[in-house]
């Protein structure tokens, strides 16, 4: 069987957005067609949403439906971004909404104020209401990305992230999380965050694991509807949707944890069952408490990208699940859908997406497609009417229609929301009970206050790092301390505690002392990352620089505690073995005091606060790229999901194994990619010009701009010939769904090798591809060498693969070694393509 891609894998490799597909090109997508499945699975529940409909805001919306212009509608299902789109575009389109992304803030300026949000917040809202050009006056909606509090704000409150969050198995705290956000947020004006995250990861690879509650569906559920009904308020109170609260997002429906290989953006393939059993759970409580949007995956189910999938955006989220809010794109994924572009996509309104996220400046075209669309029937009168009904019935709920401008409301630029003292105990609360211990040998905590304590690792004085990211900026990189004022890293933590005790705490990144200490702890582990950056090819922690501290401070017989920062599972076991005790923190956000609650003694030398986190993912025996769930190959987890010591547990940790169970990469012999026919695991696939996608397995096709023919060199069909038409980008080339590692190659003259056959030159620029996912990745032009190539004759080229890595593409993560992209003419034929060693390239980047 041929495995499929999923386009977000290799999303922005066309420039423009001119190509990008998602399933075989004979996939129905959803275009207000019947549904691919005639009829529901009976596995789907039926719901009814927390919030029940107001008939008199329904006869309010049909007179506001019936005032609107079509181009006032559409202007509706827009939502730009503050970079990208100024208050007199707002005016002038009539846009529905704003937002703002990771690392966007008012003016450019990373330390805006909170006068600052609020006063941008207002020039938005007073643009949507002027009514200058005889429109209707319908407020814009501003969402956020306020995953751990109101994390692109200065001083605000960063919770634990959600990962750690699971670890407390506390629902209720879930709910005083969600209102806190909720708090912090309304003071700046902005009225929706794009939270809670509901993802159930199943491969701890996935580079957004940090954002899952747990592997386990039963715990995302539990917490789903708490933190929904903290950020909006609770279902049948006064405080729903009300001052102090916001509009809340259940994502990324659906199954965005569940993707082959933890590949982000990628394919979940399972049946139905598996879909409803695992990864809807969580939207079940969501929708009971009332959450009033729901935001698609980038990530596909069997093929099918979310953004056009009519089956489950609308037959099942809508009509079965009984959600009558609105369903908002992510960044731009409409893009993905079979048959669509970043500027044109009436097939994901039609398949039940209500919203666009169009983040960049082409927004303005595909405002102007869609109107075109909605004029010529290619997006149904009923179904625009539909998703307007939805978001206006949204805005109303929360109060946008009378609340006035942002500035004016209860909250508007109350900094004493922001990072709140009651807001960050809370906050210290949830570092507390999230911290999960592994080891405790010799019970070696909890500690002594009045000692002398050593503080190394480069993560005991770093708040972004102990932060992650979605910290400040998008990926949690370029900050410093400085930049999250009233917050506290684990050594300060750790140093008010001793200090008052009349200890001494000593900070020393590298573990270099003068006076031998009488215990050492050293924080360390993952950098930021968000999603994308964060996807990794196995579970080995890679930090030999951290392992050899703790084996330097184990040598001289000082006691050593190990903290470790992370974002998943990873296998650590040389790190625990050179530990006498070892705690996994996660990233606690802001409030690092809270480790140190946990670590040391009260003044009276008991217990200060007992351990309760306790694991909700399997923790790996080994770096293998295995799935290790509940339920699913728990003999291959070290600690199995909720295991977690406490001070009363007594347990004395035996020497674990430091086999990896990895293999070294063999480059000795040459990695056949191609050679007459596609091998394991790649395919060959072709992305044309109309941005449709399909996976080659006949002697001949022919998409739109392109076209793929066996041919014969050798001997019969051991070669494919690749004509491009010059009407558009399209694409050639060998994907997979797996990742493949080639860093062995890299230190030994490793080149990427094929042989091509040009039969009629480049008509534009040519680009040679490698690609280890969404942002990841490499091209070099070839366009001179296929210019200069001698007509109709065979010619060996190799690439330096050092050159591949020096521009982007992650070589222990491959997923596509080979593609070629042109939006001009070209006829050429490849022949036996590979990856080799001890090579003389022909390309090298210089």
Same mark, same amino acid.
């Given at each position: 069987?041929?495995?499929?891609?999923?386009?977000?894998?290799?999303?922005?490799?066309?420039?423009?957005?001119?190509?990008?597909?998602?399933?075989?090109?004979?996939?129905?997508?959803?275009?207000?067609?019947?549904?691919?499945?005639?009829?529901?699975?009976?596995?789907?529940?039926?719901?009814?949403?927390?919030?029940?409909?107001?008939?008199?805001?329904?006869?309010?919306? #049909? &007179?506001?439906?019936?005032?609107?212009?079509? &181009? *006032?509608?559409?202007?509706? $299902?827009?939502?730009?971004?503050?970079? +990208?789109?100024?208050?007199?575009? @707002?005016?002038?389109?009539?846009?529905?909404?704003?937002?703002?992304?990771?690392?966007?803030?008012?003016?450019?300026?990373?330390?805006?104020?909170?006068?600052?949000?609020?006063?941008?917040?207002?020039?938005?809202?007073?643009?949507?209401?002027?009514?200058?050009?005889? !429109?209707?006056?319908?407020?814009?909606?501003?969402?956020?990305?306020?995953?751990?509090?109101?994390?692109? @704000?200065?001083?605000?409150?960063?919770?634990?992230?959600?990962?750690?969050?699971?670890?407390?198995?506390?629902?209720?705290?879930?709910?005083?999380?969600?209102?806190?956000?909720?708090?912090?947020?309304?003071?700046?004006?902005?009225?929706?965050? /794009?939270?809670?995250?509901?993802? @159930?990861?199943?491969?701890?690879?996935?580079?957004?694991?940090?954002?899952?509650?747990?592997?386990?569906?039963? $715990?995302?559920?539990?917490?789903?509807?708490?933190?929904?009904?903290?950020?909006?308020?609770?279902?049948?109170?006064?405080?729903?949707?009300?001052?102090?609260?916001?509009?809340?997002?259940?994502?990324?429906?659906?199954?965005?944890?569940?993707?082959?290989?933890?590949?982000?953006?990628?394919?979940?393939?399972?049946? &139905?069952?598996? $879909?409803?059993?695992?990864?809807?759970?969580?939207?079940? +409580?969501?929708?009971?408490?009332?959450?009033?949007?729901?935001?698609?995956?980038?990530?596909?189910?069997?093929?099918?990208?979310?953004?056009?999938?009519?089956?489950?955006?609308?037959?099942?989220?809508?009509?079965?699940?009984?959600?009558?809010?609105?369903?908002?794109?992510?960044?731009?994924?409409?893009?993905?859908?079979? !048959?669509?572009?970043?500027?044109?996509?009436?097939?994901?309104?039609?398949?039940?997406?209500?919203?666009?996220?169009?983040?960049?400046?082409?927004?303005?075209?595909?405002?102007?497609?869609?109107?075109?669309?909605?004029?010529?029937?290619?997006?149904?009168?009923?179904?625009?009417?539909?998703?307007?009904?939805?978001?206006?019935?949204?805005?109303?709920?929360?109060?946008?229609?009378?609340?006035?401008?942002?500035?004016?409301?209860? /909250?508007?630029?109350?900094?004493?929301?922001?990072?709140?003292?009651?807001?960050?105990?809370?906050?210290?609360?949830?570092?507390?009970?999230?911290?999960v211990m592994l080891k405790n040998n010799d019970g070696l905590l909890p500690l002594a206050r009045n000692q002398r304590v050593l503080v190394a690792g480069d993560g005991a004085d770093n708040i972004g790092k102990q932060a992650g990211g979605w910290s400040i900026t998008w990926q949690g990189t370029g900050n410093e301390n400085a930049d999250f004022p009233?917050?506290?890293?684990?050594?300060?933590?750790?140093?008010?505690?001793?200090?008052?005790?009349?200890?001494?705490?000593?900070?020393?990144?590298?573990?270099?002392?003068?006076?031998?200490?009488?215990?050492?702890?050293?924080?360390?582990?993952?950098?930021?990352?968000?999603?994308?950056?964060? #996807?990794?090819? %196995?579970?080995?922690?890679?930090?030999?620089?951290?392992?050899?501290?703790?084996?330097?401070?184990?040598?001289?017989?000082?006691?050593?505690?190990?903290?470790?920062?992370?974002?998943?599972?990873?296998?650590?076991?040389?790190?625990?073995?050179?530990?006498?005790?070892?705690?996994?923190?996660?990233?606690?956000?802001? &409030?690092?005091?809270?480790?140190?609650?946990?670590?040391?003694?009260?003044?009276?030398?008991?217990?200060?606060?007992?351990?309760?986190?306790?694991?909700?993912?399997?923790?790996?025996?080994?770096?293998?790229?295995?799935?290790?769930?509940?339920?699913?190959?728990?003999?291959?987890?070290?600690?199995?999901?909720?295991? =977690?010591?406490?001070?009363?547990?007594?347990?004395?940790?035996? *020497?674990?194994?430091?086999?990896?169970?990895?293999?070294?990469?063999?480059?000795?012999?040459?990695?056949?990619?191609? %050679?007459?026919?596609?091998?394991?695991?790649?395919?060959?696939?072709?992305?044309?010009?109309?941005?449709?996608?399909?996976?080659?397995?006949?002697?001949?096709?022919?998409?739109?701009?392109?076209?793929?023919?066996?041919? #014969?060199?050798?001997?019969?069909?051991?070669?494919?010939?690749?004509?491009? +038409?010059?009407?558009?980008?399209?694409?050639?080339?060998?994907?997979?769904?797996?990742?493949?590692?080639?860093?062995?190659?890299?230190?030994?003259?490793?080149?990427?090798?094929?042989?091509?056959?040009?039969?009629?030159?480049?008509?534009?620029?040519?680009?040679? =591809?490698?690609?280890? =996912?969404?942002?990841?990745?490499?091209?070099?032009?070839?366009?001179?060498?296929?210019?200069?190539?001698?007509?109709?004759?065979?010619?060996?080229?190799?690439?330096?693969?050092?050159?591949?890595?020096?521009?982007?593409?992650?070589?222990?993560?491959?997923?596509?070694?080979?593609?070629?992209?042109?939006?001009?003419?070209?006829?050429?034929?490849?022949?036996?393509?590979?990856?080799? +060693?001890?090579?003389?390239?022909?390309?090298?980047?210089?």
């Amino acid at each position: 069987m041929k495995k499929r891609i999923l386009l977000g894998v290799i999303s922005g490799l066309i420039a423009g957005g001119g190509i990008a597909g998602c399933s075989e090109k004979n996939t129905t997508e959803g275009s207000g067609h019947e549904s691919p499945t005639a009829h529901l699975n009976a596995d789907w529940p039926q719901l009814t949403s927390g919030i029940a409909k107001d008939p008199a805001m329904e006869a309010r919306i #049909d &007179e506001l439906l019936a005032r609107m212009s079509l &181009e *006032e509608k559409v202007g509706q $299902l827009m939502q730009v971004e503050i970079r +990208s789109a100024t208050p007199e575009d @707002v005016k002038n389109y009539h846009v529905g909404s704003i937002l703002n992304g990771g690392g966007a803030f008012p003016n450019d300026n990373k330390h805006a104020t909170v006068a600052d949000w609020v006063a941008l917040a207002d020039a938005y809202y007073n643009a949507s209401m002027d009514t200058s050009d005889g !429109g209707v006056a319908i407020p814009m909606i501003w969402g956020t990305d306020a995953v751990h509090g109101h994390n692109n @704000v200065i001083g605000a409150t960063l919770f634990p992230h959600n990962i750690a969050l699971g670890a407390t198995h506390n629902p209720q705290l879930m709910r005083q999380i969600g209102a806190i956000t909720a708090a912090e947020v309304s003071a700046t004006g902005i009225d929706w965050v /794009f939270a809670p995250t509901l993802a @159930v990861t199943r491969d701890d690879r996935w580079g957004r694991s940090y954002e899952s509650y747990s592997e386990d569906p039963e $715990l995302v559920r539990s917490y789903a509807g708490e933190l929904v009904e903290g950020l909006q308020g609770g279902i049948g109170s006064d405080e729903l949707l009300g001052d102090r609260h916001v509009v809340g997002t259940a994502k990324h429906f659906l199954a965005d944890g569940g993707t082959s290989g933890g590949i982000d953006r990628g394919d979940a393939q399972m049946s &139905e069952e598996e $879909l409803v059993r695992l990864h809807a759970q969580g939207y079940f +409580s969501a929708i009971e408490a009332g959450v009033q949007t729901v935001m698609a995956s980038f990530s596909s189910w069997n093929g099918e990208k979310m953004h056009g999938h009519k089956y489950l955006l609308t037959d099942v989220l809508k009509n079965r699940l009984g959600f009558d809010g609105f369903v908002i794109g992510d960044w731009a994924g409409h893009q993905f859908v079979n !048959g669509c572009t970043n500027v044109r996509c009436p097939q994901a309104i039609n398949a039940g997406l209500d919203m666009f996220m169009a983040p960049d400046p082409s927004w303005k075209e595909l405002y102007a497609n869609t109107v075109e669309d909605a004029k010529s029937g290619a997006l149904s009168a009923e179904r625009l009417d539909d998703a307007v009904r939805r978001i206006l019935r949204v805005k109303m709920r929360a109060g946008l229609f009378d609340a006035g401008a942002p500035s004016e409301r209860a /909250f508007a630029a109350d900094e004493s929301l922001i990072g709140a003292p009651a807001h960050r105990a809370i906050a210290r609360q949830a570092v507390r009970e999230s911290l999960v211990m592994l080891k405790n040998n010799d019970g070696l905590l909890p500690l002594a206050r009045n000692q002398r304590v050593l503080v190394a690792g480069d993560g005991a004085d770093n708040i972004g790092k102990q932060a992650g990211g979605w910290s400040i900026t998008w990926q949690g990189t370029g900050n410093e301390n400085a930049d999250f004022p009233g917050a506290t890293s684990v050594f300060g933590g750790i140093a008010e505690v001793v200090d008052a005790a009349g200890g001494t705490a000593e900070l020393s990144v590298d573990g270099s002392f003068e006076q031998k200490p009488d215990v050492a702890i050293v924080v360390f582990g993952e950098d930021p990352y968000a999603e994308m950056q964060g #996807d990794v090819s %196995n579970l080995d922690y890679n930090g030999d620089a951290d392992l050899a501290l703790l084996q330097r401070l184990r040598e001289q017989d000082i006691p050593v505690v190990a903290l470790f920062i992370t974002g998943r599972p990873l296998w650590v076991n040389p790190e625990i073995n050179a530990s006498d005790a070892f705690v996994v923190i996660w990233q606690p956000g802001t &409030e690092g005091a809270g480790v140190a609650d946990v670590l040391f003694r009260d003044a009276d030398g008991a217990v200060n606060h007992d351990f309760k986190g306790k694991l909700t993912f399997s923790w790996p025996n080994d770096a293998r790229p295995e799935l290790r769930n509940r339920g699913q190959n728990e003999e291959l987890a070290q600690f199995q999901y909720g295991y =977690g010591l406490t001070y009363q547990s007594g347990v004395q940790l035996a *020497e674990l194994s430091e086999e990896s169970g990895l293999q070294q990469s063999d480059a000795s012999e040459a990695l056949a990619v191609f %050679n007459g026919r596609a091998l394991d695991p790649w395919s060959l696939q072709v992305f044309d010009a109309g941005n449709n996608h399909a996976v080659i397995a006949s002697s001949v096709a022919k998409l739109q701009g392109i076209q793929v023919q066996s041919v #014969d060199r050798k001997v019969q069909e051991d070669s494919r010939r690749l004509q491009w +038409s010059g009407e558009g980008n399209a694409m050639a080339g060998f994907f997979a769904n797996s990742r493949t590692d080639l860093s062995g190659y890299l230190g030994n003259q490793g080149a990427l090798v094929f042989d091509v056959k040009v039969d009629a030159v480049p008509s534009d620029v040519v680009t040679l =591809g490698m690609n280890c =996912g969404t942002d990841c990745g490499a091209e070099q032009s070839i366009t001179e060498l296929l210019k200069a190539a001698a007509p109709g004759e065979w010619k060996t080229v190799a690439v330096d693969l050092q050159c591949l890595a020096q521009r982007g593409a992650k070589m222990d993560m491959v997923l596509s070694p080979f593609y070629v992209r042109t939006a001009g003419a070209l006829d050429l034929t490849v022949h036996d393509i590979r990856i080799a +060693s001890n090579t003389d390239a022909d390309i090298h980047c210089g």
